[in-house]
């Protein structure tokens, strides 16, 4: 399929930040459009005729209308454990890599104007709370949020070749940073975010619009986007616990130390990448453990369909299901090196392998 290869060279093209040029369609990058919510925010704020990628596929402005398993609200809310969502796809059985710029918003918590992640589909989520982010990890059955069993997904982020984002006009909103004034019922736009989800795993990452640009690139850092969670997000989420610790600042994706000298890994623009460093946990400290039956009620009860998530359709031999996804969370070990570097370029090359033969 032309389209599939093209959008895949199209992503592999755009790794670096050096390509990403606005669209003269549209040439405000998604990262600098501000909506107070929920007011501001108009109906579709990627709304532009004629841009090169597009149209957005869904709207911004989300409510009880919009509740529903249909849902195609862009508008997504990470609050805390019990109340965040995450981008996947709108059609059932459907790869991150075909349908990066669609995605839409599936929340663990009604309310929010979206579709709802169903009850029993997260299996382990841990949150990092940090002085700069706020990180949420965690295992999730994919083929209930519409991802094909054995996918293992890609990244999403608010920037993109053309600045416009992936999904095309997805806006986050939080209320869980220290600036937003222990306020429950406002919620501060969230203008740089970093996400993947594959694997039956995800990761997504708030960077707190009080701090700096500089910190909010550093720690949502959007050009590593074949490495996973693993080394975008280093974390030591467990399948079946349910947790929300302070944590140190991450050392950020790219920046390792080695015999004193602090180096700086860049993302190669094509071939299989190979991170020279084994990414760290940040310590943590004052975890709060939860059942998830307290977290999530209220939910629609799973489809049927989510049996066979053991295989994936071709990039599985020699990968576990578990610890070797692209989005790569860490899985049963407590360290991100239980995901060995040589393990992960092995997943990424078939990967790449299959993105060229489609
Ligand atoms: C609810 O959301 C839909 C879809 O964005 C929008 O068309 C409609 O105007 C909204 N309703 C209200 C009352 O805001
Ligand atoms: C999902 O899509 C794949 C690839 O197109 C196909 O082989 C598989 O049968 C589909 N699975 C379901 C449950 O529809
Ligand atoms: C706000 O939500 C948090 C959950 O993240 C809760 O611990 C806190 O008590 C809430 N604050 C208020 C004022 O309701
Ligand atoms: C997480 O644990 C559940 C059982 O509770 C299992 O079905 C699922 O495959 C595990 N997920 C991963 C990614 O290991």
């Known amino acids: 399929m032309p389209g599939f290869a093209l959008s895949t060279l199209f992503a592999v093209a755009i790794a670096s930040k050096a390509f990403a040029q606005p669209d003269p369609a549209d040439p405000t990058p998604l990262t600098d459009k501000q909506y107070a919510y929920p007011t501001g925010i108009p109906y579709q704020v990627d709304n532009v005729p004629n841009a090169i990628r597009g149209p ?41 890599g075909d349908t990066e710029q669609e995605e839409v918003a599936w929340c663990s918590k009604s309310g929010w104007g979206t579709r709802l992640i169903p009850a029993g589909v997260l299996t382990g989520v841990q949150v990092l709370k940090t002085s700069k982010y706020i990180q949420f990890a965690g295992f999730i059955d994919q083929t209930q949020v519409d991802l094909q069993a054995g996918d293992y997904g890609g990244e999403l982020d608010p920037h993109g070749a053309d600045l416009r984002g992936n999904p095309l006009g997805g806006l986050v909103y939080s ?16 203008m740089d975010w970093n996400s993947f989800i594959g694997g039956n795993q995800f990761c ?40 929300v610790c302070d944590a140190d600042l991450k050392t950020p994706v790219g920046i390792y130390v080695t015999n004193g000298v602090t180096m700086t890994y860049t993302q190669p623009y094509t071939g299989v990448p190979s991170p020279p460093y084994t990414p760290v946990v940040p310590s ?28 994936g359709s071709s990039g599985s031999s020699g990968t576990g299901t578990k610890s070797s996804s692209s989005a790569g969370a860490t899985s049963t070990s407590n360290s991100a090196a239980a995901i060995g570097v040589s393990s992960v370029a092995g997943i990424l090359g078939t990967l790449f392998a299959m993105a060229f033969l489609s």
Request: charged share 5%; glycine share 6%.
């Open 175 to 190: 209320n869980a940073f220290p600036s937003n004034n222990g306020n429950n019922n406002t919620f501060q736009q969230v």
């Open 56 to 96: 957005q596929v869904g709207y911004n402005i989300c409510n009880s209308t919009t509740q529903n398993q249909q849902s195609m609200c862009q508008t997504l809310m990470m609050n805390n454990i019990g109340d965040f969502c995450l981008w996947a796809p709108p059609q059932p059985n459907s790869t991150i």
């Open 204 to 243: 997504f990452t708030i960077c707190d619009p009080s701090t700096s640009s500089a910190d909010q690139s550093a720690y949502c850092q959007n050009t590593y986007d074949e490495i996973g969670c693993t080394y975008n997000m280093p974390n030591n989420a467990q399948n079946g616990t349910f947790e």
């Open 284 to 311: 943590s400290s004052n975890c709060v453990t939860y059942k998830s039956t307290d977290l999530y009620t209220g939910l629609p009860t799973p489809t049927g369909a989510s049996t066979s998530t053991s295989t």
